[in-house]
């Protein structure tokens, strides 16, 4: 099992990034992905999730009309757009894959937004 997280990096205060999430080794249509993230001193944040089949999203109020999650089942990709990106979104981003059994983590992509 394997979530590969990419996309990460530095960014200007209002800028965009596109976070990706390569999976393999599961059957990744039937599971709930998220996105979380971890600033230092901080606790995990739980930013985004989908679910599997119908794709319903939901996010954190901190980045509700900034950032979109979406998924292509085809290619077992997840993916985090970050737009009007602030300071305070400065964090490792993790990809997650749960389902009612198993609970998989993607390694992080550091975020850091600044001037």
């Known amino acids: 099992v394997q979530l590969v997280e990419s996309g990460g990096g530095l960014v200007q205060p209002g800028g965009s990034l596109r976070l990706s999430c390569q999976a393999s080794?599961?059957?990744?249509?039937?599971?709930?992905m998220r996105w979380y993230r971890q600033a230092p001193g901080k606790e995990r944040e739980l930013v985004a999730t989908?679910?599997?089949?119908?794709?319903?999203?939901n996010y954190a109020d901190s980045v509700k009309g900034r950032f979109t999650i979406s998924r292509d089942n085809a290619k077992k990709m997840v993916y985090l757009q970050m737009n009007n990106l602030k300071p305070e979104d400065t964090a490792v981003y993790y990809c997650?894959?749960?389902?009612?059994?198993?609970?998989?983590w993607g390694q992080g992509t550091q975020v850091t937004v600044s001037s």
């Open positions: 997650g894959a749960l389902n009612a059994i198993n609970d998989y």
């Open positions: 989908i679910s599997n089949f119908a794709g319903a999203t």
């Open positions: 080794g599961f059957t990744f249509s039937t599971y709930n």
